[in-house]
């Protein structure tokens, strides 16, 4: 009889381990939302994030589950989404520096005009050799990864774009504050507005053209609402955007060390030089919709009529450079850095 008992006894306790081990083995997973404002079928989502996303996934052998939500969905506007994975209404986000205007005073450098050239890969890799001279920008958040467009063109509803004289009086989209400054001294008038609101924008005229990369032309139908682009003689562009990939801080700080290493792992150099490849490739497509548009077409200006350009890019640099030392940031330090990473990258 107290053997009975003891056997069922110790079944029990068996069965209750087992459970509790069973429990434990169904630990529920962590959920990261992640915001972006770009379509579900973008180069952004379905070559970037979905496979960061799922590596991830993969890595942690379910610990981590990641939500992806497209085109705002989460709610809110592209100008937001810096404020949203800032305060952790969105757990991560992908957004582009300008939209913020002042909060990343030292990432704004790759954006300038004469030093983004056009590759994204080399910029890409330069801001991540020298990240340590920009990454007081981004203490009140945890970067995954900062990266670069192959940068802008310009593009215009119906006049062609050979000289800096064409530019004159041009209202023109531009998608930063720097974009800005450049075209205003080109002799346009610069109109800020994010990328989703582009489209209408040129459909009613509203707009003359936009400085923006040919990746967007097929989200966008850009092709059907331009009829000109224009490019340097060896296809350098006129500034570029900084894209962000960041993530709230408490919500990194609160993971598991492990789970932070599979997150840091996925999102290391190997993420940076897809990044900036794929930027790279994605111009391809935009480039030959363009081309093969009714009326379109790519306009290569002149050796001379670039050097009309740099001049006067080269004026905004100066002006950033006064700005950022007014805010005790070395930005002569900034600019020469930047352009000795990107031209090391370089092919």
């Known amino acids: 009889m107290k053997n009975s008992i003891f056997i069922k006894g110790a079944s029990l306790a068996l069965g209750c381990i087992m459970m509790t081990g069973t429990l434990f083995a169904k630990e529920k997973p962590i959920t990261l939302v992640v915001s972006d404002f770009m379509p579900g079928g973008s180069a952004t989502n379905k070559d970037l994030i979905m496979p960061w996303a799922k590596a991830i996934e993969k890595a942690s052998k379910g610990r981590i589950k990641i939500r992806l939500f497209p085109s705002m969905t989460l709610g809110g506007k592209p100008g937001e989404l810096y404020t949203q994975v800032r305060d952790g209404t969105a757990d ?24 983004h050239r056009g590759d994204a890969l080399a910029t890409t890799l330069a801001i991540r050799k020298n990240f340590d001279l920009i990454k007081a920008d981004y203490k009140a958040v945890h970067p995954l990864l900062v990266y670069v467009a192959a940068g802008n063109s310009i593009h215009t509803v119906d006049k062609k774009i050979t000289s800096v004289a064409d530019l004159k009086g041009l209202k023109m989209r531009t998608p930063s504050r720097t974009g800005a400054w450049y075209i205003s001294d080109l002799g346009g008038v610069p109109v800020g507005m994010p990328l989703p609101a582009l489209p209408q924008a040129l459909s009613k005229h509203a707009l003359d053209g936009a400085f923006v990369p040919f990746e967007v032309f097929p989200d966008y139908k850009l092709y059907q609402l331009t009829k000109y682009s224009t490019l340097g003689p060896k296809n350098e562009r006129f500034g570029t955007s900084v894209f962000l990939f960041l993530m709230n801080k408490d919500k990194y700080n609160s993971l598991p060390k492990d789970l932070q290493k599979i997150i840091d792992d996925a999102s290391g150099e190997a993420f940076a030089k897809r990044a900036g490849q794929i930027w790279m ?39 950033w450079i006064k700005e950022a030392d007014g805010k005790g940031i070395d930005g002569k330090k900034l600019v020469d850095s930047a352009r000795k990473a990107i031209k090391e990258f370089s092919k």
């Open 92 to 115: 991560i986000v992908w957004t582009l520096a300008g939209y913020t205007p002042g909060v990343f005073p030292r990432t704004e450098v790759y954006e300038l005009p004469t030093v």
């Open 281 to 319: 490739d994605v111009e391809k497509p935009g480039i030959k919709l363009q081309r093969e548009s009714k009326g379109g077409a790519v306009i290569n200006l002149t050796p001379e009529a670039m050097k009309e350009f740099d001049a006067v890019g080269q004026k905004v640099v100066d002006r």
